[in-house]
């Protein structure tokens, strides 16, 4: 269904990073998401009300919960598709964020009112009714959710949009839920067990680990987080795919909600090379970036040497003793600046966080292996984070 209402109502539904079409999908399934837990919310409570179970009227409200989610999501949306202005140059992307922590917190109070109602069950326990008609909705339930949680999970995915991969697997979290509320009926009804209360404690918890997850997944991107591996995988290819860019390194990912990336990067390229050549194809690396990745990006070209034979071999030397720490430091920058007394080796070296070793341990293990390859080489190293 969302497939086919993608096709009539988004169009250029198959450019997956445009702003414009990200925002259309997101209000879409936000639309949907709305009447199928409004759906959801008056069968269940129907059904909930005639056999008296805590435990389906607790997923009753649930699902009302979860379209008042998708509601916020849909206006958060909405208004994070909203162009730059004088007072917020960089867009409004973020606002899906903060639509998405509105919903977290929506979610983490219903989770503590079932859990306290199922406590009250729990401690005063009634045997609940059943009948054909209350399996058949909760079934119906069970596939119905299952179903949100594919299609969120799908477009999630295609649009890079953590909020909606929260709402995919509060989806799946709801129809496992509801599963346990369905099995706990048909137990009480074959075997008299008063479990509903229990089973209703069941689902609060699985509401409360939902908002957790979902406020710890929209939180991270607003204080700062790694970019996705994936994005940096695309960044280097496009860059190295011109043979003039030698490496790349500092780069820097600045988010300004999905959509809305800011990037910069030094690209290396020959010290030998026509300046006004390498000028233009920084630009157009500039202008790709921007194509297919939909990000605004700043490129510093940094010269590197290759054509001295002395540079090069104490390059090579200095690389292997950065990797007798760990195979997984980096180098790059490197010069060296030679004067009547001394040398000066320059460059920088990409440390892992949490490494064993501080940045004074490292700038000295390494200022002291350089001097023992020549006492006139002076070592000035700049310790990054990679």
Request: charge should be neutral; charged fraction near 15%; proline fraction near 5%.
């Amino acid at each position: 269904m969302i497939t086919l209402l993608s096709r009539l109502f988004i169009p250029g539904h198959d450019n997956d990073t445009a702003p414009k079409v990200r925002q259309a999908y997101g209000i879409l399934t936000g639309a949907v998401g709305i009447f199928l837990n409004f759906l959801l919310f008056g069968f269940k409570a129907l059904a909930g009300y005639f056999s008296g179970s805590i435990a389906i009227t607790a997923d009753a409200f649930n699902n009302l919960s979860d379209a008042g989610s998708s509601l916020i999501t849909l206006i958060g949306f909405k208004m994070s598709g909203q162009e730059a202005d004088s007072g917020h140059p960089y867009g409004h992307g973020r606002i899906e964020y903060l639509s998405g922590l509105v919903v977290s917190v929506l979610i983490l109070l219903m989770a503590i009112e079932l859990i306290r109602s199922s406590f009250s069950k729990i401690l005063h326990p009634q045997a609940p009714e059943f009948n054909p008609v209350i399996l058949l909705i909760l079934a119906c339930s069970v596939l119905v959710k299952l179903y949100m949680y594919l299609y969120n999970h799908q477009i999630a995915k295609r649009i890079g949009s953590s909020a909606m991969q929260a709402t995919a697997l509060d989806s799946r979290n709801d129809a496992i839920s509801t599963l346990v509320v369905l099995l706990a009926s048909v137990a009480g009804a074959l075997s008299g067990l008063m479990i509903d209360g229990w089973c209703g404690l069941l689902v609060g918890l699985f509401v409360l680990k939902s908002g957790i997850g979902s406020a710890r997944d929209t939180i991270n991107p607003l204080l700062g987080q790694p970019p996705d591996p994936a994005f940096v995988r695309r960044i280097r290819s496009i860059v190295l795919s011109h043979p003039q860019v030698l490496g790349l390194h500092d780069l820097l990912v600045h988010d300004y909600g999905p959509g809305r990336m800011m990037i910069s990067l030094h690209a290396e390229v020959p010290a030998n090379g026509n300046f006004v050549e390498l000028h233009d194809l920084i630009d157009n690396i500039e202008k790709q970036l921007q194509r297919e990745l939909s990000c605004s990006a700043v490129i510093h070209m940094d010269p590197v040497v290759t054509d001295d034979p002395q540079v090069l071999e104490l390059k090579k030397q200095v690389t292997s003793l950065v990797r007798e720490l760990d195979p997984s430091i980096t180098l790059h920058d490197f010069r060296a600046v030679k004067g009547p007394t001394h040398t000066n080796v320059i460059f920088d070296v990409v440390v892992p966080f949490r490494f064993k070793m501080s940045d004074s341990q490292i700038r000295e293990y390494l200022t002291g292996r350089i001097r023992r390859l020549n006492p006139t080489y002076c070592a000035v190293v700049t310790i990054d984070k990679n």
